[in-house]
T-cell receptor, first 118, second 109 residues
Framework: GAVVSQHPSWVICKSGTSVKIECRSL??????MFWYRQFPKQSLMLMAT?????????EQGVEKDKFLINHASLTLSTLTVTSAHPEDSSFYIC??????????????FGPGTRLTVT | GQNIDQPTEMTATEGAIVQINCTYQ??????LFWYQQHAGEAPTFLSY??LDGLEEKGRFSSFLSRSKGYSYLLLKELQMKDSASYLC??????????WGAGTKLIIKP
């Protein structure tokens, strides 16, 4: 149980275009979803936290107008990278927290999306 | 401020035991997680500690001392497939995870 999927798994786009990444919890309801970015050989960097039905909370330094997050249902959150530039090329990973997770508040990670902007 | 410290890289031999340490400073504390991440893949959950002591799960064990702000992950009977990065993350009072930079573990035959 507790499977999270991401789509697409990899994408190449041209500079200036927008890319949408989907994150789905397949067998549980997620009240909270998290979006991370990871550059090569670096740790995870939290970009934003989204709760179903409300606006996402962005971390300091993350442009909310550039990285649009929508958490429309308890099983789906989307991240749209608008007007992508080469420096946005990275590994984007989502995670989800169960509606009722007991005491652990464990986050379940999706497989990640590798974005390359040319 | 909030901070997680763990070694950048460690090397161990196949079949041996290795201990990866992690110290943390957070605003409030709601538990400590260890994740394993293979190159190019997303992290996978290994363990969660919220009470002091040792939690054993097969070849992997995790220890927590809340008073010292310290945890370690112990890997026994190392296998080549254990070569990965190991991420320590502490959950603060807002239930947000504060991530360490990860420890790259290299296993040699």
């Amino acid at each position: 149980g507790a499977v999270v999927s991401q789509h697409p798994s990899w994408v190449i786009c041209k500079s200036g275009t927008s890319v949408k990444i989907e994150c789905r919890s397949l067998d549980f309801q997620a009240t909270t979803m998290f979006w991370y970015r990871q550059f090569p050989k670096q740790s995870l960097m939290l970009m934003a936290t989204s709760n179903e039905g409300s606006k996402a909370t962005y971390e300091q330094g993350v442009e909310k107008d550039k990285f649009l997050i929508n958490h429309a249902s308890l099983t789906l959150s989307t991240l749209t990278v608008t007007s992508a530039h080469p420096e946005d090329s990275s590994f984007y990973i989502c995670s989800a927290r169960q509606l009722t997770s007991g005491d652990s508040y464990e986050q379940y990670f999706g497989p990640g999306t590798r974005l390359t902007v040319t | 401020g909030q901070n997680i410290d763990q070694p950048t890289e460690m090397t161990a031999t196949e079949g041996a035991i290795v201990q990866i340490n992690c110290t943390y400073q957070t605003s409030g504390f709601n538990g400590l997680f260890w994740y394993q991440q293979h190159a190019g893949e997303a992290p996978t959950f290994l363990s969660y500690n919220v009470l002091d002591g040792l939690e054993e799960k097969g070849r992997f064990s995790s220890f927590l001392s809340r008073s010292k702000g310290y945890s370690y992950l112990l890997l026994k009977e190392l296998q080549m497939k254990d070569s990965a990065s190991y991420l320590c993350a502490a959950m603060d009072s807002n239930y947000q995870l504060i991530w360490g930079a990860g420890t790259k573990l290299i296993i040699k035959p």
